[in-house]
Nanobody
Framework: QVQLVESGGGLVQPGGSLRLSCAAS????????MGWYRQAPGKQRELVAR???????NYADSVKGRFTISRDNAKNTVYLQMNSLKPEDTAVYYC?????????WGQGTQVTVSS
């Protein structure tokens, strides 16, 4: 079994920061690239950031320069540091492999950016 558990979401004002964590079971982080995804109500899920096994990162244009993805393979954890948050960042955030595996989607963690 593989479990991916997201945490760290919450309510924050525009311009604020949050750090999301994704803890995995097994050895998934040693063998796979990982991604952070988000989905707003009525919209399709989109890739926000991805990180290779070796730590190379790529970002969606909408978050480039504001978000940072990192991984700690010893802890089987992937992080998403989110700075300068905007209302349009409001969504449920998920972690998964990249490319994603359909069976690995969890409940996600809610991020709400509002004044």
């Amino acid at each position: 079994q593989v479990q991916l558990v997201e945490s760290g979401g919450g309510l924050v004002q525009p311009g604020g920061s949050l750090r999301l964590s994704c803890a995995a079971s097994g050895t998934i982080f040693r063998l796979n690239a990982m991604g952070w995804y988000r989905q707003a109500p009525g919209k399709q899920r989109e890739l926000v950031a991805r990180i290779s096994i070796g730590g190379n990162a790529n970002y969606a244009d909408s978050v480039k320069g504001r978000f940072t993805i990192s991984r700690d393979n010893a802890k089987n954890t992937v992080y998403l540091q989110m700075n300068s948050l905007k209302p349009e960042d409001t969504a449920v955030y998920y972690c998964n492999l990249w490319p994603s595996w359909r069976d690995y989607w969890g409940q996600g963690t809610q991020v709400t950016v509002s004044s």
